[in-house]
Antibody, heavy 122, light 107 residues
Framework: QVQLQESGPGLLKPSETLSLTCTVSGGSTSSYYWNWIRQPPGKGLEWIGYIYYTGSTKYNPSLKSRATISLDTSKNQFSLKLSSVTAADTAVYYCARRVVRPPERDDSFDFWGQGTMVTVSS | DIQMTQSPSSVSASVGDRVTITCRAS??????LAWYQQKPGKAPKLLIYGASSLQSGVPSRFSGSGSGTDFTLTINSLQPEDFATYYCQQANSFPITFGQGTRLEIK
């Protein structure tokens, strides 16, 4: 059974850079798409971006190029950096595995971490 | 971006009831739609992919239908553990987007 676990600081000041790591166990990061998704308190889900096992990335334009996702297959980890944070970046951050199976029109997130709360406050 | 609109935003029902939640896409997404269940303080759980395929391990009382712009999630014979918030998600085009959620409450 694949398991994902987020780690990183829970409190940041405005203008700092958010850094989170997701450790994958029970499976390899040498396949699939590895994603970050966030959820502000009491609100819905926002997809941040992914890194494919080949190293290719794609991000949500709403983040205005502030996000960077990297992958370390030797450690079975992937990471998120989000620069110049503001209070609007306060959210629970989830890492998730995305599976894509075109014949079944399947493009979904089948395994998720438990989430980590990040608060941005001065 | 493709906007996903769920209705209703919240619904009250009793154990044993049948509930239907609707998700509408702002443009056609074929069958590239998934449904998730989220309980308070927990990560979302994948229920349905490809609009109508049941994820492994998910009870058969959950079903999905639809294609193009209009989709439904139906829960037959509600169980106490089904009271949660449900989200739809499209992956027809980037950015991947989610509906705003439907909260299913106990009547």
């Amino acid at each position: 059974q694949v398991q994902l676990q987020e780690s990183g600081p829970g409190l940041l000041k405005p203008s700092e850079t958010l850094s989170l790591t997701c450790t994958v166990s029970g499976g390899s990061t040498s396949s699939y798409y590895w994603n970050w998704i966030r959820q502000p308190p009491g609100k819905g889900l926002e997809w941040i971006g992914y890194i494919y096992y080949t190293g290719s990335t794609k991000y949500n334009p709403s983040l205005k190029s502030r996000a960077t996702i990297s992958l370390d297959t030797s450690k079975n980890q992937f990471s998120l950096k989000l620069s110049s944070v503001t209070a609007a970046d306060t959210a629970v951050y989830y890492c998730a595995r995305r599976v894509v199976r075109p014949p079944e029109r399947d493009d979904s997130f089948d395994f998720w971490g438990q989430g980590t709360m990040v608060t941005v406050s001065s | 971006d493709i906007q996903m609109t769920q209705s209703p935003s919240s619904v009250s029902a009793s154990v044993g009831d049948r509930v239907t939640i609707t998700c509408r896409a702002s443009q056609g997404i074929s069958n590239w739609l998934a449904w998730y269940q989220q309980k308070p303080g927990k990560a979302p759980k994948l229920l349905i992919y490809g609009a109508s395929s049941l994820q492994s391990g998910v009870p058969s009382r959950f079903s999905g239908s639809g294609s193009g712009t209009d989709f439904t999630l139906t829960i037959n014979s509600l169980q106490p553990e089904d009271f949660a918030t449900y989200y739809c998600q499209q992956a027809n085009s980037f950015p991947i987007t989610f509906g705003q959620g439907t909260r299913l409450e106990i009547k």
